[in-house]
């Protein structure tokens, strides 16, 4: 991104015209102000990175909410149907083209890129739904350390020790926050009040069946959320195999909700069992306001992408867990366990410091080769 600084002269002089003198004074003034616009920008772009943290957040809350009632792969079509509209809306609106330009390999690479985001959400909106809202979430930002293997194995990235360590340290904290019951005991029953008899032997049956309801829907919840975060790498790893071909972000985003359109009704029509009426303008204002979130959220991520540092910017992404404990604690009334608390530490610590990680080698690897070009330019 050009900002003004770069086109436009940084001193005046008393009479308003550009200064042309190169003095020690107005080189160390224009590189100041440099410095302190680049800082700027760096700011906006994390403020952003944390609000779309917040939107993202705000969305899940929503499809946790709205999931009680409706199917997941249904408020996935929902979500999808506004994301189109407002896609479209927003490529008319800055004069470029829904669909890309008229290139079939760029085309199935964001067709791909689509599937595969669509499918993570699938599966990211069934966890919600049969999940806390903080436990799914944590599971879900697994995806980070799937990006980096997919991205050493596909793109060559570098994947080095601390990357393998803070995998391996991550997975840990999934397990913490997954709690597979052949590690965590499903808890006793209570003991009914007064004499022993049928009642309690009943209260004790219905104890049975409801922990082990909701150890199959942690179990399957924890699958699928995995499932998202590996189908999310995915697509992350196709974002950067199109790179800078030419495919504008909004073109990413109107495949994306184009193909959850479709991928969705599959799965409601084939898994789900059909399409089900929202009853009630709660309902209704729900599932229009995860759509409209979502949708803000994506631009401001991708604003914050382009103008924060990567490290600091993945940093400010962690927010969405943090959000999402709020939420399912002021809003929910759930208070999650310490379990979830220690696995959800370990997760946000490791993905950042992956996250720093790589930042620091993509600025020694630009250093390096400004310091090649350098030498280069001074050899006679």
Known sequence: MTSAQETSPLLQNQHGSSATSHTPTTTTTAATNASTNQRHQETKGMIYMTLSALFFSFMSLLVSLTTKTLPSFEVVLFRGIIQTTLGVIACRHLGISPFGQPDNRIRFLLFCRGLAGSVALGFFFYALSVMPLAD???????????????????????????????????????????????????PSPPSPPGLPGSDGADNAAAFYVKQQEKDYNRLYGTIAGLCGAMC???????????????????????????????????????????????????????????GVAAFIGQILLNSGLQLAPLGPGTLMRMNDIVFAFLFQITVQHEQPDIFSFLGASLVMICTGSMALNRWRLEKKKIQQEKDQQDQQQQQP
């Not at 799914?136 to 293997?149: E, K, L, N, S, Y």
């Not at 991205?151 to 060559?156: A, D, F």
């Not at 994947?159 to 590690?183: H, Q, R, Y």
Request: glycine fraction near 10%.
């Open 136 to 186: 799914a979430t944590v599971i879900f930002f697994f995806g980070p350390t799937f990006t980096a293997i997919l991205g050493r194995i596909v793109l060559k990235e570098p994947f080095g020790p601390l990357d393998a360590i803070a995998s391996a340290i991550t997975m840990c904290g999934v397990i913490l926050v997954s709690k597979p019951s052949f590690l965590f005991p499903s």
């Open 232 to 290: 999310t790498a995915i697509a992350y790893v196709l974002v950067r195999k199109i790179g800078k071909q030419g495919a504008h972000s909004m073109q990413h985003v109107t495949y994306f909700g184009v193909v959850s359109c479709l991928i969705s009704t599959i799965g409601l029509y084939t898994f789900q069992g059909g399409y089900v009426h929202p009853q009630g303008a709660w309902m209704w204002t729900g599932v229009l306001a995860l």
